[in-house]
């Protein structure tokens, strides 16, 4: 059965890096969409990044330009590299996944059937 484990969340300073792994242990991802969601305190879920199973990929606005999402050489594993860090990227990550093996596209909707249990990433000064 398909489980999501995140790693990599930290308290870093503006300006900073961090990459984030989901990976799914004894699962290869080839045949998921993969996603990124984010939950600040206070407010709701939403969508960061996807990658299909295309390795198209889609962002949203605010981390444009500064986020990657990408598929590791180890099919078990979709990191989310998070460069230019501000204190509005402060927020829960959450990795998803939707078996979806034909579709070359992705969505950051919160369409997903399978949810990681998050990882906390904090940026301050």
């Known amino acids: 059965q398909l489980q999501l484990v995140e790693s990599g969340g930290d308290l870093v300073q503006p300006g900073g890096s961090l990459r984030l792994s989901c990976k799914a242990p004894?699962?290869?991802?080839?045949?998921?969409?993969i996603a990124w969601f984010r939950q600040a305190p206070g407010k709701e879920r939403e969508g960061v990044a996807c990658i299909s199973v295309s390795r198209g990929t889609n962002y949203a606005e605010p981390v444009k330009g500064r986020f990657t999402i990408s598929r590791a050489g180890a099919r078990n594993t979709v990191y989310l590299q998070m460069n230019n860090l501000t204190p509005e990227d402060t927020a829960v990550y959450y990795c998803?996944?939707?078996?979806?093996?034909?579709?070359?596209?992705?969505?950051?909707?919160?369409?997903?059937?399978?949810w990681g249990q998050g990882t906390q990433v904090a940026v301050s000064s």
């Open positions: 004894g699962v290869l991802l080839d045949s998921y969409a």
């Open positions: 998803a996944a939707n078996w979806n093996p034909r579709s070359p596209i992705c969505t950051i909707l919160p369409h997903y059937t399978k």
